[in-house]
């Protein structure tokens, strides 16, 4: 097969002609001076459609959910979240380091937590403690295979922080591809956060960039932030332009990656050599290798069929389907998941 089926990560996409356009028609100015028309669009754009005051555009998720925890708590304090949260995993020990916090790790299976995990875990205010400010959320959960939270999840967690006096962030990364899924509205994710990062550039298939959205005075304190970070951009409204052409266009075809992630479980689950999947419920399928097979043998075997994915850990294998992956490419993977015999190992 000469074309490669990259399914490594939503990432990987390329602007599409219409995106390109876009961009090239897109109106700039100075952003760090705040004259850019197309960046403060985009910012409104998302802030309106999710119930909150101001946005920020970032260059990266990581970046706006570092901002964002900055934001929300003080040296000495403690975050709570999943083990598997992107924000404690995978963003290089950014909480230590930008907010000399601590964290505090829960188990949610498939990585969606509760009231009642998280409760027990906020400390009282006592000095031997840790100052508990602040959870974190993460939806879609990228290590939990694309498991949703639905509004009604999310609800009683806001009023637990309310009691508590503790802030809630929510790591939105995939947070459009859990609005498809859930069919719950991204209005009402306003009243329940006081932080929403977006990334634009995973499912909605824009090249760069996040947004980060708050009330006023948190996102003006955030800007300072972003500035701090290095992460004030000048004529940025290129990329927010793609960001914009992306809520325009890239938003309802998400069923259709989640559509076929359906189908790459549906074939994975006749196969010998995987043990079990996570339950697809957006556009990541996340599966467990047969004892006696090794994950990295068959990524390596689906790589020389020009099939592109990840092993996660030693027994796990993930697949993320997007924006730049056609059905014609999904049969085609069906076909060699189906045909591929790998040998057992002892
Ligand atoms: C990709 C991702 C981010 C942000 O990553 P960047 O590469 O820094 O944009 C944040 N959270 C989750 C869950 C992600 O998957």
Known sequence: MSVKIDLRSDTVTKPTA????????????????GEDQSVHELENKLASMFGMQAGLFCPSGTMTNQIAIKCFTQPMDEVICDQTAHVYRYEGGGIAYHSQASVRLLNGPRGILTPEMIEPEINEPNIHYPNSSLVVLENTVNKGGGSCYTLGQIEPIHTLCNIKGLKLHLDGARIFNALVATGDHAAAYGQYFDGISICLSKGLGAPVGSVL?????TIQKA?????????????????????MYALENHVSRLAIDHHHAKAIEAALSQVNYVAGILPVETNIVVFEIAEGFKASHIVHLLHEKGILCNTTGPNTV??????????????GVIQNIIHLHPIAHK
């Not at 219409?18 to 001076?33: K, P, R, W």
């Not at 800007?223 to 960001?243: C, D, E, N, Y």
């Open 18 to 33: 219409g995106m390109l356009a876009a961009m090239m028609e897109a109106s700039v100015g100075d952003d760090v001076f």
């Open 213 to 217: 959205l708050g009330n006023k005075e």
């Open 223 to 243: 800007r300072k932030i972003r500035k701090v970070f290095g992460g004030g951009m000048r004529q940025a409204g290129f990329l927010a332009a793609a960001g």
């Open 318 to 331: 993930r697949m993320v389907t997007h924006l730049d992956i056609s059905p014609e490419m999904i049969d």
